[in-house]
Structures are given as structure tokens and as C-alpha cells.
């Protein structure tokens, strides 16, 4: 008899473990509020599909846990779930038009197309507060099928931020089967962060295609290094 429940069940949990990286079946019982026997049986449907894979961690005196993890075939389960339609078509797409125009034209022609998606982001954000921005920036990447999240960064001991400092995460990359054949897409992408926000300075904290599982970016508003 179907279901939509365990279909959408099997779908956080591969969201989660794209998000967090790994976690047992007690972490993924208590962030999606189910029981850890329904975790299990989804967990072992997800195995035998081979989306997702496990090892044995022993924590102290107690039994050795299943400590779970997405394969590979899993993250382009949720690459293609979550795609904007970025996809093999594009590659093909783009692979064909490289052997029209050469590669140095189509690294120029990937160029352009960043920087008028830039142009465009920037005109959404208009001039409010960094923390506005990003948020928004965050809001229309979520739309294009991305994972993304923003976090300020605590800059003293007492918490404060001010404001001035973020880590914007994104859990999944929308353009990864363009970024594989294409690397350089992936720093036009941070060309464009810098383009979005002026006033800042971006720096790539972490990268999927160097094996993480997320990217991540710090955005750093230059006025805090004008008042250090």
C-alpha cells in the first residue's frame, strides 16, 4: 500500500545527513521527531538503495553505534531532487558549445553569465543592512534550489557580532555537474559573493568539490577592518 510519509521520511534524513555530514539513528530520531525503531527501518531501506552507508563507532562502554553517512550515489539522489535545473543537459549543453567556440571563449562567455547574475542579485538586495542582505541573498538561493543558511560569526568574548560577520553555508551545490567539468565556475561563483556585497570581503571556507560536504563562504563587512 503507498505511502507519502515514509518517501518524505527518507527525504529528511538524507537532508539531514547532507546538512550535518554524519549522525546515528538516536541524532535522526530526535531532529525529525520520530522514533528511533522508524528511523531504523528507513535507514536500512536507504542502504539497500545504497544511498547512504555506515560505520561502526564504539562510544564508551556501551554498544558499538551505526554512525550513517551519504554515498555518493545518495548525493546525486539529492543533487537531482534539488536541482534548478542545472543538470547533464546543461553539461551537454555547454560541452558542445566549448567545441563551437574553443575553451578561452567559453571560460569568457561562463564569466559574463555570473556577472549579470550578480548585477541581478545586487539590484534584489538594494543597500540595507549586511545582515538584510545576506539573508536575502540566502532566501533567493534557497529559491534556486539550494540548501543555504546564514550564521553570524561572534567576533569577542562577550558575543557580539555587530552585525559585521557571516558564514553562509550551502549544504548541496545546484551546479556541481557543470562545476565537475567546468572548475572554473566555482570561482566565478565567489567573484559574484564579492560583486553582491561591495562592502565586504568573501573568503571560501569550505568546498564540495574538494571532497567536503558543504560550501561554505565568511562574509566579512570591510568596515570592521577599518575600525580594528
Same mark, same amino acid.
Given at each position: 500500500?503507498?505511502?507519502?510519509?515514509?518517501?518524505?521520511? &527518507?527525504?529528511?534524513?538524507?537532508?539531514?545527513?547532507? &546538512?550535518?555530514?554524519?549522525?546515528?539513528?538516536?541524532?535522526?530520531?530526535?531532529?525529525?521527531?520520530?522514533?528511533?525503531?522508524?528511523?531504523?527501518?528507513?535507514?536500512?531501506?536507504?542502504?539497500?538503495?545504497?544511498?547512504?552507508?555506515?560505520?561502526?563507532?564504539?562510544?564508551?562502554?556501551?554498544?558499538?553505534?551505526?554512525?550513517?553517512?551519504?554515498?555518493?550515489? =545518495?548525493?546525486?539522489?539529492?543533487?537531482?531532487?534539488?536541482?534548478?535545473?542545472?543538470?547533464?543537459?546543461?553539461?551537454?549543453?555547454?560541452?558542445?558549445?566549448?567545441?563551437?567556440? =574553443?575553451?578561452?571563449?567559453?571560460?569568457?562567455?561562463?564569466?559574463?553569465? %555570473?556577472?549579470? &547574475?550578480?548585477?541581478?542579485?545586487?539590484?534584489?538586495? +538594494?543597500?540595507?543592512?549586511?545582515?538584510?542582505?545576506?539573508?536575502?541573498?540566502?532566501?533567493?538561493?534557497?529559491?534556486? +534550489?539550494?540548501?543555504?543558511?546564514?550564521?553570524?560569526?561572534?567576533?569577542?568574548?562577550? =558575543?557580539?557580532?555587530?552585525?559585521?560577520?557571516?558564514?553562509?553555508?550551502?549544504?548541496?551545490?545546484?551546479?556541481?555537474?557543470?562545476?565537475?567539468?567546468?572548475?572554473?565556475?566555482?570561482?566565478?561563483?565567489?567573484?559574484?559573493?564579492?560583486?553582491?556585497?561591495?562592502?565586504?570581503?568573501?573568503?571560501?571556507?569550505? %568546498?564540495?568539490?574538494? =571532497?567536503?560536504?558543504?560550501?561554505?563562504?565568511?562574509?566579512?563587512?570591510?568596515?570592521?577592518?577599518?575600525? &580594528?
Amino acid at each position: 500500500m503507498p505511502t507519502t510519509q515514509q518517501p518524505s521520511t &527518507k527525504q529528511d534524513i538524507l537532508q539531514y545527513l547532507l &546538512k550535518q555530514g554524519q549522525a546515528t539513528a538516536q541524532e535522526l530520531a530526535t531532529a525529525l521527531d520520530i522514533s528511533p525503531q522508524a528511523v531504523r527501518r528507513h535507514v536500512k531501506d536507504l542502504e539497500a538503495e545504497e544511498l547512504i552507508l555506515y560505520q561502526t563507532m564504539q562510544a564508551g562502554m556501551g554498544r558499538p553505534q551505526h554512525v550513517y553517512q551519504l554515498s555518493s550515489q =545518495g548525493r546525486d539522489h539529492l543533487r537531482r531532487h534539488l536541482s534548478d535545473g542545472y543538470g547533464q543537459f546543461t553539461v551537454s549543453l555547454l560541452d558542445t558549445l566549448a567545441e563551437t567556440v =574553443g575553451h578561452e571563449q567559453m571560460i569568457s562567455i561562463l564569466r559574463k553569465q %555570473w556577472e549579470r &547574475k550578480a548585477l541581478d542579485y545586487r539590484d534584489r538586495l +538594494g543597500n540595507g543592512l549586511l545582515l538584510e542582505r545576506v539573508s536575502k541573498l540566502v532566501d533567493l538561493r534557497q529559491e534556486e +534550489g539550494c540548501m543555504a543558511e546564514c550564521n553570524p560569526v561572534e567576533l569577542n568574548e562577550a =558575543g557580539d557580532n555587530y552585525g559585521s560577520r557571516f558564514i553562509i553555508t550551502e549544504h548541496n551545490c545546484a551546479i556541481s555537474s557543470v562545476a565537475e567539468s567546468f572548475p572554473s565556475v566555482c570561482g566565478h561563483e565567489l567573484e559574484m559573493f564579492a560583486t553582491v556585497l561591495p562592502d565586504c570581503t568573501i573568503e571560501r571556507t569550505h %568546498w564540495i568539490i574538494n =571532497g567536503e560536504h558543504r560550501c561554505g563562504y565568511l562574509v566579512q563587512s570591510r568596515l570592521e577592518h577599518t575600525v &580594528k
